[in-house]
């Protein structure tokens, strides 16, 4: 059975500290520390998303989850640098330097950039103990966060939710491995055993997912929005920058429909997050109005069926990718 090795034997699970290759994106809104901890405790890496939350709100969710179990976590932070009067003299909003503050007092394990790169606090991150992880859509992206000391490189795929890249992820995946010299972590669109398997094939050691987590019992999002995600198929999502100023996959319905033809009125992130996207998101995510709210969700929503446990998905996708494998062992 040596071939079950690439699950057992992995190189970022050892990195990490983690039992399976398996990490949960942190989706803002969604991924708050009860889902979190149900996937760490499951083996996996549970991840707060940590974008636009109070700093205060923050760091309960750190304790929350270290109350519920004492498996390795991260922490999410969008670090995509401003101009003009919403940045600091360090170029990241005021908000994102009270959420490094937070976490750094707190402590995790993981410490993820979300967006933009997070070179001037690897040092830092490093010196408490962290492993620091980030996520990439191109290989200029990959290669510039690795020189920043980064220790683990996210490559998304233009299939996953939320903000996307333009590249797919089949195309993405091997070309990161093949030009960085550190872990890779698959994403974009991968929603099960076999996109895990995928995923190690061309080079990755390990999924980061987001979508599949979103329709999970403790996700911090309205059952409609859940729901949503496991009765559309493949073809149910829509690229916009309409949300955010910057190219977001979401699910299609009146809202994204309602800015078809109006792309020269979108602003610049993050002008367009705060007048339009911020209401937007709370309505779809929160409130449950699949109309007019905003909905992120990946094409792996075609592979999504329930809204289970978060430990179950973690630990179906491990059976299913276990399952085929022996089976290829058995041929």
């Known amino acids: ?113 979300g ?10 991150a490093h010196a408490r103990g962290m ?36 590249i797919g992820t089949i195309s993405l995946i091997p070309k990161v491995v093949d030009s960085v010299n550190i872990p890779v972590l698959a994403a974009g669109g991968l929603a099960d055993g076999r996109g895990l398997l995928a995923s190690l094939a061309m080079g990755a050691q390990g999924v980061w997912m987001g979508t599949r987590f979103i329709a999970t019992q403790e996700a911090r999002g309205h059952d409609n929005y859940k729901n949503k995600i496991v009765e559309i198929d493949e073809d149910g999502t829509v690229v916009t920058r309409a949300h955010s100023g910057k190219p977001n996959r979401m699910i299609r319905n009146q809202f994204t429909d309602a800015w078809i033809g109006r792309e020269t009125e979108i602003k610049p992130f993050p002008q367009q997050l705060r007048e339009v996207g911020e209401d937007g998101s709370y309505r779809g995510r929160i409130e449950g109005d699949t109309a007019m709210g905003v909905l992120p969700a990946g094409q792996g929503a075609g592979l999504i069926h329930s809204v289970p446990p978060a430990g179950q998905v973690v630990e179906d996708i491990m059976a299913e990718a276990r399952a085929i494998l022996q089976g290829w062992e058995q041929a």
């Open 1 to 113: 059975m040596a071939v079950l090795n690439i699950l057992d034997n992995n190189p970022v699970c050892d990195l990490l500290g983690i039992k399976y290759p398996i990490c949960q994106a942190g989706m803002y809104q969604v991924a708050y520390g009860e889902l979190a901890a149900a996937v760490s405790e499951a083996g996996g890496l549970g991840v707060i998303g940590s974008a636009f939350m109070d700093p205060e709100d923050l760091r309960r969710e750190i304790r929350l989850v270290k109350d519920r179990t004492d498996k390795p976590f991260g922490v999410d932070i969008l670090f995509a640098e401003v101009s003009g009067e919403d940045a600091t003299e360090t170029g990241y909003t005021q908000q994102v330097e009270d959420h490094i503050a937070v976490t750094f007092q707190e402590g995790c394990d993981v410490l993820v950039s």
């Open 115 to 124: 967006l933009g790169n997070p070179g001037r606090i690897v040092p830092d």
């Open 131 to 166: 492993k620091v992880m980030s996520l990439v859509g191109n290989v200029r992206q990959a290669v510039a966060v690795e020189a920043s000391g980064v220790d683990v490189v996210i490559a998304s795929g233009h299939e996953g939710g939320g903000h996307v890249g333009r």
